[in-house]
């Protein structure tokens, strides 16, 4: 991998890791495109930029994260929650990570997956619209326990895990901004823990990191986070003004462009 390739992947993560759209899908399409989908430092290099992404959403979220005039009673009933809507993730990941890769991790399914969410963000575009006209309402542990179970389809190749715990925030009567926050919120200790879970897997693999290879990963990291920033507060003022469809369209468009370039023989890869 070189600086250019880092810098695309790192734009690719910082766009689609909080929109609807899933990270997945378009990191098949552009890796396979760059021809590094098979290198093995690229399934690191995906996942450990997961630390600039999560890093702007502490940024952009400080007075949510870190505690202002003392208020650490708040802030500990805030991390308590975060925690309680992690906990299916953790479990469920734990328990049927291998499995599921197993038996659903091919392009194929992904491009699916990414086409049926697409009809169903078109289907419930209308729904989605109407729940900005709700209140916001205090989000209980129950609820973040239940957003938590949402979390966990996104375990799924291809479905996005904004999407699903934003459609779940909506489903327990959240409106759009609020489910969407949450979501961002609810990211920053999944996909810490994820990124974590990566690094103990390469520690144990006994793959080398170089100099070259720390460097991507700085780079990286630091196009992923500004990127982040920028789609997080651009997509939270879209959303509040209009519904799903717009991502729909786009979903059924990238999963329809897998499945075309699998059936024309051009080799495609998870990372």
Request: hydrophobic share 60%.
């Amino acid at each position: 991998m070189n600086y250019l390739e880092a810098v695309i992947l790192a734009i690719i993560e910082g766009i689609t890791e909080f929109l609807p759209i899933s990270s997945t899908g378009h990191m098949i399409i552009a890796s396979s495109i760059m021809g590094i989908a098979d290198q093995p430092f690229t399934k690191i290099f995906t996942v450990a930029i997961q630390f600039g992404a999560i890093l702007s959403v502490v940024l952009l979220y400080w007075k949510q994260f870190l505690p202002t005039d003392g208020a650490w009673k708040e802030k500990l009933i805030f991390y308590a929650k975060l925690l309680v809507g992690f906990i299916p993730a953790a479990v469920f990941g734990l328990l049927l990570s291998d499995i599921i890769d197993q038996l659903l991790e091919n392009v194929i399914v992904v491009a699916i997956t990414l086409i049926i969410g697409g009809f169903l963000f078109i289907i419930l575009d209308n729904w989605i619209i109407s729940s900005e006209e709700k209140e916001q309402t205090e989000i209980s542990f129950l609820k973040a326990f239940k957003i938590g179970f949402f979390q966990t389809i996104a375990m799924i190749p291809g479905v996005s895990r904004s999407a699903a715990t934003i459609l779940g925030g909506i489903a327990l009567k959240l409106n759009k901004k609020q489910a969407a926050e949450f979501s961002f919120f609810l990211a920053v200790p999944t996909m810490f823990a994820a990124t974590c879970k990566k690094m103990l897997d390469l520690y144990q693999s006994n793959f080398t990191i170089d100099q070259h290879h720390i460097s991507l990963l700085l780079v990286g990291n630091l196009v992923a986070f500004i990127v982040a920033f920028i789609a997080i507060k651009s997509f939270i003022s879209f959303l509040t003004k209009n519904g799903f469809f717009v991502f729909g369209i786009y979903r059924i468009i990238v999963g329809s462009i897998i499945l075309l370039l699998h059936f024309l023989g051009i080799k495609l890869a998870i990372v």
